[in-house]
């Protein structure tokens, strides 16, 4: 039997008891985590430490207590190793804007080691990549907030490095600039092969574009677990009809039609990102295979045009929303068992009820 090791059963990142304090808060807080090879978001609100963990990362700050390792070398002794086979996307821009973008990445690429004629070409190739190869020689303060993203991205690839930290990249970018930007996170992996960890504070980005996603709050780790974990299917049909001039509203036509066929019915209301259009989409418990017979029997008999038929799954949002629900109520529970206690302790025969 071979003993090979596959890339699969790489860490490219590892932390142990990871933290860093400053005078008033601590960024980190124990954090323990093993990164695989692949796309993986890293997610958290505004000052969950991510920034943080990214410069410890990269060996330009030192932890305060624990271990980290990237590719296999410490942060704390081989951060320029680290360094010149790690790409990093920074959050703020932080372009010359004087400057055209074949300047700016040969200049990267120069620092990253590269010799003149190699910079440049990998220069050429890589704003081709992102797709900037047209507009490489324009001074960069001309450029659009989606293009400097594109700069920033091309500089962390020039070098071709092994891994890329890419910290918050679609900031900015409207929801067509921000699709783009994912697509090319995602080719950054298929098609180079180079593993990524990108952070992001929108949910819904993660989703589509990681394999894995590591959520960190307040510093410590939440959850971390593949993509497929968090979206797993349900055993629930989302359905979506168009009106009709005989049903004007044609979701509660199906609706009233699909509980008299005896099947469970509920409204998905809005998505869990907010979005419009999901108050149309009705969830059908599946009980069989004859559910999607049923359903599509009904959709036919009056009329309706079908716009789809899935198999839900669950969104990472929602995942955390019932979390932070299911801690709600666990918290209220415990709120009124302290109250009765409280009560009983002073002789007050009376109970509380839940809400």
Same mark, same amino acid.
């Given at each position: 039997?071979?003993?090979?090791?596959?890339?699969?059963?790489?860490?490219? %990142? =590892?932390?142990?008891?990871?933290?860093?304090?400053?005078?008033?808060?601590?960024?980190? *807080?124990?954090?323990?985590?093993?990164?695989?090879?692949?796309?993986?978001?890293?997610?958290?609100?505004?000052?969950?430490?991510?920034?943080?963990?990214?410069?410890?990362?990269?060996?330009?700050?030192?932890?305060?207590?624990?271990?980290?390792?990237?590719?296999?070398?410490?942060?704390?002794?081989?951060?320029?190793? %680290?360094?010149?086979?790690?790409?990093?996307?920074?959050?703020?821009?932080?372009?010359?804007?004087?400057?055209?973008?074949?300047?700016?990445?040969?200049?990267?690429?120069?620092?990253?080691?590269?010799?003149?004629?190699?910079?440049?070409?990998?220069?050429?190739?890589?704003?081709?990549?992102?797709?900037?190869?047209?507009?490489?020689?324009?001074?960069?303060?001309?450029?659009?907030?989606?293009?400097?993203?594109?700069?920033?991205?091309?500089? =962390?690839?020039?070098?071709?490095?092994?891994?890329?930290?890419?910290?918050?990249? @679609?900031?900015?970018?409207?929801?067509?600039?921000?699709?783009? !930007?994912?697509?090319?996170?995602?080719?950054?992996?298929? *098609?180079?092969?180079?593993?990524?960890?990108?952070?992001?504070?929108?949910?819904?980005?993660?989703?589509?574009?990681?394999?894995?996603?590591?959520?960190?709050?307040?510093?410590?780790?939440?959850?971390?677990?593949?993509?497929?974990?968090?979206?797993?299917?349900?055993?629930?049909?989302?359905?979506?009809?168009?009106?009709?001039?005989?049903?004007?509203?044609?979701? @509660?036509?199906?609706?009233?039609?699909?509980?008299?066929?005896?099947?469970?019915?509920?409204?998905?209301?809005?998505?869990?990102?907010?979005?419009?259009?999901?108050?149309?989409?009705?969830?059908?418990?599946?009980?069989?295979?004859?559910?999607?017979?049923?359903?599509?029997?009904?959709?036919?008999?009056?009329?309706?045009?079908?716009?789809? !038929?899935?198999?839900?799954?669950?969104? %990472?949002?929602?995942?955390?929303?019932?979390?932070?629900?299911?801690?709600?109520?666990?918290?209220?529970?415990?709120?009124?068992?302290?109250?009765?206690?409280?009560?009983?302790?002073?002789?007050?025969?009376?109970?509380?009820?839940?809400?």
């Amino acid at each position: 039997m071979s003993h090979t090791t596959t890339v699969e059963h790489v860490t490219v %990142i =590892a932390t142990e008891s990871l933290s860093k304090r400053f005078p008033r808060v601590t960024a980190l *807080d124990r954090l323990t985590v093993d990164i695989a090879p692949g796309v993986t978001g890293l997610v958290g609100a505004n000052g969950a430490g991510k920034s943080t963990l990214i410069k410890i990362l990269l060996g330009l700050s030192p932890a305060s207590e624990g271990r980290a390792s990237v590719l296999g070398l410490d942060v704390a002794k081989d951060g320029s190793a %680290i360094r010149e086979s790690v790409g990093y996307m920074p959050e703020h821009d932080c372009l010359p804007p004087d400057v055209s973008a074949t300047e700016f990445v040969v200049h990267m690429a120069r620092m990253s080691g590269l010799p003149p004629s190699a910079a440049r070409e990998r220069t050429a190739d890589t704003l081709r990549h992102v797709g900037l190869y047209e507009e490489r020689y324009r001074p960069m303060g001309g450029y659009s907030t989606g293009m400097k993203q594109r700069v920033k991205l091309a500089q =962390a690839l020039v070098h071709d490095p092994r891994l890329v930290l890419l910290d918050e990249p @679609t900031n900015g970018l409207d929801p067509v600039g921000r699709d783009d !930007m994912l697509g090319l996170i995602r080719r950054v992996h298929t *098609d180079f092969g180079i593993s990524v960890l990108v952070t992001s504070h929108l949910l819904g980005e993660l989703e589509r574009t990681c394999d894995h996603v590591v959520v960190i709050d307040g510093g410590k780790l939440l959850r971390s677990s593949s993509t497929s974990d968090f979206t797993q299917a349900t055993a629930s049909l989302a359905v979506e009809v168009t009106d009709t001039a005989d049903h004007p509203d044609g979701t @509660t036509a199906l609706r009233t039609a699909l509980d008299r066929a005896g099947l469970t019915v509920q409204p998905a209301g809005r998505g869990a990102d907010g979005s419009p259009g999901s108050d149309h989409v009705l969830l059908v418990d599946v009980a069989g295979e004859e559910t999607y017979d049923t359903v599509r029997d009904t959709i036919a008999g009056l009329g309706l045009g079908l716009v789809r !038929m899935e198999q839900r799954r669950h969104r %990472i949002a929602e995942i955390f929303r019932s979390d932070d629900e299911d801690a709600n109520a666990a918290n209220a529970a415990e709120a009124v068992d302290a109250a009765n206690a409280a009560a009983s302790a002073h002789g007050n025969g009376g109970a509380v009820d839940a809400a």
